[in-house]
């Protein structure tokens, strides 16, 4: 009988519950496809869900501490010593708030070190205004960058930073669908929110900057059409209040975080999409939001900011309008717009319809396989 040939064992880390990150999950995906024995590591919280059905190992971290400079540290160390004891053969870094312990555990054990960043870490809203807590970020990322040769990030903007930066040879690798996600209509499903006037949706996370707070004060204009946000995060408690607060609980509706999977079947009862983060840091300036590709891949239209990546999407695929402030005006002014222009909303659907052809998973795991295929 024929020696079974061992498969390339590798470790792909996350500081989040593995939850609702879809992006690890589609790259953890076609590494398994590929042949990798692939393990996704990240961090168990009190009201972390259940990991079902995933076509890989997972592994989560119960921490003493769950947030600040503890947790930063405490899920490294912890990190650290689980790649010491389990031998991989290529470790995946996500993001600079892992890649410290798998940088130096990839010293050690002499892995492989691939790192993926979703996004400029160091600008991000919530460092921002730290100055000391954003230089330490900025030291690690000093150290560690300019010493790897194996980097992709998630647009073409945060790419050239780093390369210029660091010279590093950062490839992109957008965080779009897989064509399979949006491809069957679940009939039966019905979301936990009302869809007896246009929806109006925001999903992703809840936090500074995203132009949550400025949707919700837009409602008090807009008297037919409701407001749902999918997602949590920092804002998420604020955010419900100030709803409560000024009397819109009829009109804006929480659901919290919910699946991947379950994400997508929410997404389809939209008639419009919000992506209207908000240009407070480099990171925000340069994203392209994973939302913007999940609404196209479900046909729905996107009210977006003016932001270089994303209204480069948006203007190349025509996949909805811009606005060039996030303000609850200039908001509730483009929801009228589009609620009273029922051909250009047909010219958009149609749209979305050809540019999720392009913009797709089955198309951007190409770069995946090229850059992980000369570890098998």
Known sequence: MAQQTRKPKLLMSVTN?????????????????????????????????????????TRRFSLWFNKGPMFYAAYNIRLYF????????VINANDL?????????????KANLVYDSHEYYTEVPELVDRPKVKRIWERI???????????????????DIYNEKYGCDFQVVRNVP????????????????????????YQGAVNKGRGIEEAILAMHAVNNARLVIIGSGDLYDECKQ??????????????????????????????????????????YRYALPNKLFDYIHAEVPVIASSLPE???????????????????????????????NDILIEEIKSNCKEAKKALCWENEEKIIKKLYSKFL
């Open 17 to 57: 519950d593995l939850v609702s990150d879809n992006r690890v999950h589609k790259i953890a995906s076609t590494l398994t496809q590929m042949g990798f024995d692939v393990t996704l590591a990240g961090r168990k919280l009190k009201n972390s869900g259940a990991i079902i059905g995933r076509p890989y190992q």
């Open 82 to 89: 689980y790649i010491l004891f389990n031998k991989f053969d």
């Open 97 to 109: 708030d892992s890649l410290w312990a798998c940088y130096a555990a990839s010293k050690i054990t």
């Open 141 to 159: 990322e000093a150290r560690i960058l300019p010493k790897l040769n194996k980097c992709y990030t998630v647009c073409k903007s945060i790419a």
């Open 178 to 201: 897989m064509k399979a996600v949006y491809a069957d209509i679940d009939k039966d499903y019905r979301p936990p929110f009302p869809t007896d006037l246009p929806v109006f949706l």
């Open 242 to 283: 100030l709803a409560n607060d000024e009397k819109l609980t009829d009109k804006v509706f929480f659901t919290g975080r919910v699946p991947f999977q379950q994400l997508a079947k929410m997404t389809r009862f939209a008639a419009v999409g919000l992506s209207i983060e908000k240009d407070i840091g480099l990171n």
């Open 310 to 340: 994303i209204k480069r999407i948006v203007d190349t695929y025509k996949t909805g309008i811009t606005i060039k402030e996030t303000s609850p005006t200039a908001i509730s002014e483009a929801i009228f717009y589009l609620l009273n």
